[in-house]
T-cell receptor
Framework: QKEVEQNSGPLSVPEGAIASLNCTYS??????FFWYRQYSGKSPELIMS????GDKEDGRFTAQLNKASQYVSLLIRDSQPSDSATYLC???????????FGRGTSLIVHP | EADIYQTPRYLVIGTGKKITLECSQT?????MYWYQQDPGMELHLIHY???????EKGDLSSESTVSRIRTEHFPLTLESARPSHTSQYLC??????????????FGPGTRLTVL
């Protein structure tokens, strides 16, 4: 059974701070990693995908992948109240390429 | 931007009714998926399809069925709705992008309440 673990939170950070969201996974054969943002009552929307070890930056977002330690993280710089949402980590491996989702981490950015 | 649509957005029905949740995408994606999500909980995969005439059951035991007669259309049917089916149903589609795996795009969801 493939597992993707996230701290459910909530993670509370002040506006302008860096929010750090973490995700661990159990399948060593995992190849693709995704971060989705989900506002309350809405559907998930893709923020970033990462496939290789290291960092990938896109605006205020940076995804970090460490396959040896089986974790992937998402950093949000200059956090804004509009970033308040649940962040879902998804992981998939070869074969079916069906991603497994974590339960998500609730982020609250307070003014 | 992904173009994936779900109807209805909200549905309240009585126990025992047959319902069909519609999902359509205009991107020509081969793969489509149905997820069930309760508030504050994780996504559970209930059905997926690799293409026309292909359907598979997901991780979550479900009393629903799906069909894939056209690439763009992936409806979900509940033959006899029960209160335990009350949930949000999310449809997604994806396209294989070279050496990387599929990126999923989600529809807006259908919130189903069974009385």
């Amino acid at each position: 059974q493939k597992e993707v673990e996230q701290n459910s939170g909530p993670l509370s950070v002040p506006e302008g701070a860096i929010a750090s969201l973490n995700c661990t996974y159990s399948d060593r054969g995992s190849q693709s990693f995704f971060w989705y943002r989900q506002y309350s009552g809405k559907s998930p929307e893709l923020i970033m995908s990462i496939y290789s070890n290291g960092d990938k930056e896109d605006g205020r977002f940076t995804a970090q992948l460490n396959k040896a330690s089986q974790y992937v993280s998402l950093l949000i710089r200059d956090s804004q109240p509009s970033d308040s949402a649940t962040y879902l980590c998804a992981v998939s491996s070869g074969g079916s390429y069906i991603p497994t989702f974590g339960r998500g981490t609730s982020l609250i950015v307070h003014p | 931007e992904a173009d994936i649509y779900q109807t209805p957005r909200y549905l309240v029905i009585g126990t025992g009714k047959k319902i069909t949740l519609e999902c359509s995408q205009t991107m020509g994606h081969d793969k489509m998926y149905w997820y069930q999500q309760d508030p504050g909980m994780e996504l559970h995969l209930i059905h997926y399809s690799y293409g026309v005439n292909s359907t598979e059951k997901g991780d979550l035991s479900s009393e629903s069925t799906v069909s894939r007669i056209r690439t763009e259309h992936f409806p979900l049917t509940l033959e006899s709705a029960r209160p335990s089916h009350t949930s949000q149903y999310l449809c997604a589609s994806s396209v294989f992008q070279g050496s990387s795996t599929d990126t999923q795009y989600f529809g807006p969801g259908t919130r189903l309440t069974v009385l």
